[in-house]
C-alpha cells in the first residue's frame, strides 16, 4: 500500500509522492481508534463496518476532513442513527475513515491526510470524498462501509474501486448526526463488495416511504453516454451482452428492450442541455454550502487545499438571484425526471465519464474531467433520485467503471433487487467476493 504525502497532494497541482506503508492503505483515520461491537444477533450479525468521518459517534471527535475543524468541534456526545441502526443490526464498527475535506470534491486527495489507496487500480485516485470508506471496502478490510453522497460521493468511489454503492432517494435514510455539505442533496449511502450485501444494508436503513412496484423498463440515457469517454460505453455495452448475447437477452426479459433517450432534450427553453443541469446543481449546492460552512469558514480560515479552497471562495460569491434561477431550473427538471421514470423505468447512465483519474493529472485535464463526472451525477441529485453503481466493466488496463442505474423517487428497493439480478447474470469486475 502507498500513502500519498499530504504535504504535496492537491486538486490543481495533481501532485502526488509516495510515504510510509500503511497497513490499511491509509483508509482510516489516525485521530481516534475503537471497535464498536454489534448486536449478538440481527440482520448483519457477524459483519464489520467503516464510519465516514462525517457521521458522530459518541466519545469520540468527527473530524470532516479537515484538521481545523477536528480542533474547533467537541467531542461527540450522541452516536448518529444510521450507525446505530448497523450496530442494532448486529454489525460491528471498526473505525473512521478518511474523506475529502468537508466532503467538497469528488477525488479522494486530501491535501493534510493524503490518499487513500485504490486497490482495484493502485495508479488512479479512489475518488471521494468517501475515499476511505471506499478504500477499506476495496481492501477488504471490512464488509461494508458507511459513505455519503451529495454530488457523488458514493458513487464515484464505487466506479472508480469496482464496488456496488448506492445513493438513496433523498431523505430515506437518517442522517441527523452527520455533518451536511449541501442539505437538499446529500444523502447517506454505502459500499459493498457484492449486491446482495448492499440490499441487505438498505433494508436496515431505509424507511418506509418505499415506492411499490417493480422495475420493468429500460431507458439508456444516449446523451449521458456521450459525455463518457468513447470506449467506456462500448465497454459497458460489452459486459451487458456477454460473450453469446444471451446474457443481454436475459436481461431483456427482466426489463424489456432498451429504448433510448435524450435525457436533456438540447432543444428544451426550460430546463435544457445537461451542461444547463450541471450550472443549476453548481449553483444551488454552493448556495447551500456557503449557507451552512460560511460563518465557520470566516471565523476560522481553516487552511483547506487548493481545490477546496476555490470552491469555497466560489461559493461565497452566489447571488440570490442566481439561486432563484436555479431553484426554477431544479423544479423542472425534477418535473422532467418524474414523468421520464413514471411507470416502473430505470434509466441507464455512465456512473462516471471513466476510469478514476491518474495520479498527477494536469490541473486542466482534472478539471475537464470533474466538470463531466458532476454533470452525470447530477442527473439523480437534482431530482433527488436513487442510483446504485453496478461495477461490472473493466478498461483495457483493467481499471473499473461502473454503469448507474437510476430509479424513480422512493424505489430503492426495487432498484436493487434489479441490480442484484443483474449481478446474477453478469460477473462483477473486479471481483471482490
Same mark, same amino acid.
Request: net charge negative; charged share 25%; with cysteine.
Given at each position: 500500500?502507498? +500513502? &500519498?504525502?499530504?504535504?504535496?497532494? $492537491?486538486? !490543481?497541482?495533481?501532485? =502526488?509522492?509516495? #510515504?510510509?506503508? @500503511?497497513?490499511?492503505? %491509509?483508509?482510516?483515520?489516525?485521530?481516534?481508534?475503537?471497535?464498536?461491537?454489534?448486536?449478538?444477533?440481527?440482520?448483519?450479525?457477524?459483519?464489520?463496518?467503516?464510519?465516514?468521518?462525517?457521521?458522530?459517534?459518541?466519545?469520540?471527535?468527527?473530524?470532516?476532513?479537515?484538521?481545523?475543524?477536528?480542533?474547533?468541534?467537541?467531542?461527540?456526545?450522541?452516536?448518529?442513527?444510521?450507525?446505530?441502526?448497523?450496530?442494532?443490526?448486529?454489525?460491528?464498527?471498526?473505525?473512521?475513515?478518511?474523506?475529502?475535506?468537508?466532503?467538497?470534491?469528488?477525488?479522494?486527495?486530501?491535501?493534510?491526510?493524503?490518499?487513500?489507496?485504490?486497490?482495484?487500480?493502485?495508479? +488512479? &485516485?479512489?475518488?471521494?470524498?468517501? $475515499?476511505? !470508506?471506499?478504500?477499506? =471496502?476495496?481492501? #477488504?478490510?471490512? @464488509?461494508?462501509?458507511? %459513505?455519503?453522497?451529495?454530488?457523488?460521493?458514493?458513487?464515484?468511489?464505487?466506479?472508480?474501486?469496482?464496488?456496488?454503492?448506492?445513493?438513496?432517494?433523498?431523505?430515506?435514510?437518517?442522517?441527523?448526526?452527520?455533518?451536511?455539505?449541501?442539505?437538499?442533496?446529500?444523502?447517506?449511502?454505502?459500499?459493498?463488495?457484492?449486491?446482495?450485501?448492499?440490499?441487505?444494508?438498505?433494508?436496515?436503513?431505509?424507511?418506509?416511504?418505499?415506492?411499490?412496484?417493480?422495475?420493468?423498463?429500460?431507458?439508456?440515457?444516449?446523451?449521458?453516454?456521450?459525455?463518457?469517454?468513447?470506449?467506456?460505453?462500448?465497454?459497458?455495452?460489452?459486459?451487458?451482452?456477454?460473450?453469446?448475447?444471451?446474457?443481454?437477452?436475459?436481461?431483456?426479459?427482466?426489463?424489456?428492450?432498451?429504448?433510448?433517450?435524450?435525457?436533456?432534450?438540447?432543444?428544451?427553453?426550460?430546463?435544457?442541455?445537461?451542461?444547463?443541469?450541471?450550472?443549476?446543481?453548481?449553483?444551488?449546492?454552493?448556495?447551500?454550502?456557503?449557507?451552512?460552512?460560511?460563518?465557520?469558514?470566516?471565523?476560522?480560515?481553516?487552511?483547506?487545499?487548493?481545490?477546496?479552497?476555490?470552491?469555497?471562495?466560489?461559493?461565497?460569491?452566489?447571488?440570490?438571484?442566481?439561486?432563484?434561477?436555479?431553484?426554477?431550473?431544479?423544479?423542472?427538471?425534477?418535473?422532467?425526471?418524474?414523468?421520464?421514470?413514471?411507470?416502473?423505468?430505470?434509466?441507464?447512465?455512465?456512473?462516471?465519464?471513466?476510469?478514476?483519474?491518474?495520479?498527477?493529472?494536469?490541473?486542466?485535464?482534472?478539471?475537464?474531467?470533474?466538470?463531466?463526472?458532476?454533470?452525470?451525477?447530477?442527473?439523480?441529485?437534482?431530482?433527488?433520485?436513487?442510483?446504485?453503481?453496478?461495477?461490472?466493466?473493466?478498461?483495457?488496463?483493467?481499471?473499473?467503471?461502473?454503469?448507474?442505474?437510476?430509479?424513480?423517487?422512493?424505489?430503492?428497493?426495487?432498484?436493487?433487487?434489479?441490480?442484484?439480478?443483474?449481478?446474477?447474470?453478469?460477473?462483477?469486475?473486479?471481483?471482490?467476493?
Amino acid at each position: 500500500m502507498v +500513502r &500519498v504525502d499530504a504535504s504535496a497532494t $492537491s486538486e !490543481s497541482s495533481g501532485n =502526488v509522492s509516495s #510515504k510510509e506503508l @500503511d497497513s490499511r492503505g %491509509g483508509a482510516f483515520v489516525q485521530h481516534c481508534d475503537f471497535t464498536l461491537q454489534g448486536s449478538a444477533e440481527g440482520p448483519l450479525a457477524g459483519l464489520t463496518f467503516a464510519i465516514k468521518d462525517l457521521f458522530d459517534v459518541k466519545g469520540f471527535k468527527t473530524g470532516f476532513g479537515n484538521p481545523t475543524w477536528l480542533e474547533t468541534h467537541e467531542v461527540a456526545d450522541r452516536t448518529a442513527p444510521a450507525v446505530q441502526m448497523l450496530l442494532d443490526a448486529g454489525a460491528t464498527a471498526i473505525g473512521k475513515t478518511e474523506m475529502d475535506e468537508l466532503a467538497y470534491s469528488l477525488n479522494g486527495e486530501n491535501f493534510h491526510y493524503g490518499t487513500p489507496l485504490n486497490p482495484a487500480a493502485p495508479h +488512479r &485516485v479512489p475518488g471521494g470524498s468517501s $475515499s476511505g !470508506s471506499a478504500s477499506a =471496502v476495496a481492501q #477488504k478490510l471490512c @464488509d461494508f462501509a458507511l %459513505g455519503s453522497d451529495t454530488g457523488g460521493s458514493v458513487r464515484v468511489p464505487s466506479s472508480y474501486c469496482g464496488l456496488c454503492g448506492i445513493r438513496p432517494t433523498h431523505g430515506r435514510v437518517d442522517d441527523d448526526c452527520g455533518r451536511h455539505l449541501a442539505y437538499s442533496f446529500d444523502t447517506v449511502g454505502w459500499f459493498t463488495r457484492d449486491m446482495e450485501l448492499l440490499q441487505k444494508v438498505g433494508t436496515v436503513l431505509l424507511d418506509s416511504n418505499r415506492k411499490e412496484g417493480s422495475i420493468r423498463r429500460w431507458l439508456v440515457a444516449t446523451d449521458a453516454f456521450e459525455l463518457a469517454d468513447k470506449e467506456v460505453g462500448s465497454t459497458i455495452y460489452k459486459a451487458l451482452s456477454g460473450e453469446d448475447s444471451s446474457t443481454f437477452e436475459k436481461i431483456t426479459d427482466l426489463i424489456g428492450k432498451p429504448v433510448e433517450t435524450t435525457v436533456a432534450p438540447e432543444d428544451s427553453t426550460v430546463i435544457g442541455p445537461l451542461t444547463t443541469w450541471w450550472t443549476t446543481f453548481r449553483v444551488l449546492q454552493a448556495s447551500e454550502v456557503w449557507a451552512t460552512h460560511g460563518e465557520w469558514v470566516t471565523e476560522f480560515k481553516p487552511n483547506f487545499g487548493p481545490g477546496i479552497k476555490d470552491r469555497f471562495e466560489m461559493a461565497s460569491k452566489i447571488t440570490p438571484e442566481e439561486v432563484k434561477a436555479a431553484d426554477a431550473t431544479r423544479d423542472a427538471i425534477t418535473k422532467h425526471l418524474d414523468e421520464l421514470l413514471s411507470d416502473g423505468a430505470v434509466l441507464m447512465v455512465p456512473t462516471t465519464p471513466g476510469p478514476g483519474p491518474i495520479h498527477n493529472m494536469p490541473p486542466k485535464d482534472l478539471d475537464d474531467f470533474r466538470t463531466r463526472a458532476l454533470t452525470l451525477t447530477c442527473i439523480s441529485g437534482l431530482a433527488r433520485l436513487p442510483q446504485v453503481n453496478v461495477p461490472i466493466a473493466m478498461m483495457e488496463d483493467g481499471s473499473p467503471v461502473g454503469l448507474g442505474l437510476i430509479g424513480a423517487r422512493g424505489s430503492d428497493e426495487a432498484l436493487l433487487e434489479l441490480a442484484v439480478e443483474i449481478e446474477k447474470l453478469v460477473p462483477l469486475k473486479p471481483s471482490r467476493k
